[in-house]
């Protein structure tokens, strides 16, 4: 668990992003793949974020602040075919920009649901990640839905999916499977 985790602000706009010397952890992710469940279950206090059984619930990058060290990215989901084209293009639009213009990011988690396989969505976020050179792992969220001893299989077809190299942690905020392994890499990120 993450100690003084507070929310800090909600961006909706790229001149509204916090200007900020501290270490920000990002979570990337298909809407409703769990991302503010995460935070959520990281801060022990489930009404730190808004968490929807709809897709789109989270409209703008929250941040929130752990104990003055560093930040937790919430962004909004992409993937989501309700949203306006403008809606789309806007969030879209300011995701881009607070990855591509921010030095302070130390590692990204990019979410992806444990059943499925990757959409064409998390293809194209991975291979933009993988180019951009900031380090990031690939959770895979509510894994307590799927046998335990088929968890492995899951893994291996994400990894297969994306063609990731990149260490792939099983996930879930219920019963806070991979909860340990990702607070070390949150902490050893943030030094
Ligand atoms: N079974 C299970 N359900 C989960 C888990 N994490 C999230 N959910 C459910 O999935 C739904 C979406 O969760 P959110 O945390 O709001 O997802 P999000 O990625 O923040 O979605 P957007 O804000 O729309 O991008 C909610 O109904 C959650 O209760 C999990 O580990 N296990
Ligand atoms: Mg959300």
Known sequence: MLKNMKFETSVFSKNKIINTDLKQ?????????????????LSNNKHLAKVGNSP??????NFYNVN???Y?????????????KIEKENTSDLINYYIETN????????????RHNPTKDDRLMY??????G???????????????????EYLNNITKVLFAK??????????????????????????
């Open 134 to 152: 900031i380090p990031f792992t690939i959770i895979a969220t509510k894994a307590d839905k799927v046998a335990k001893t088929k968890i492995p």
């Open 166 to 191: 990149e260490n792939i942690i099983a996930y879930s905020s219920i019963l806070k499977i991979g909860t340990a392994e990702i607070e070390n890499i949150i902490l050893n990120n943030t030094k």
């Open 68 to 70: 003055n060290d560093f």
């Open 103 to 114: 030095k302070n990011i130390s590692h990204i988690f990019l979410l992806v649901d444990i």
């Open 25 to 41: 952890i990002v979570l990337v992710g298909k809407s409703n793949v769990g991302k503010s469940s995460f935070i959520n279950t």
């Open 72 to 84: 937790i990215v919430d962004l909004p989901g992409y993937g989501y075919s309700n949203m306006s």
């Open 127 to 132: 291979d933009w990640l993988a180019q951009k």
């Open 56 to 61: 789109g619930k989270t409209k703008c990058l």
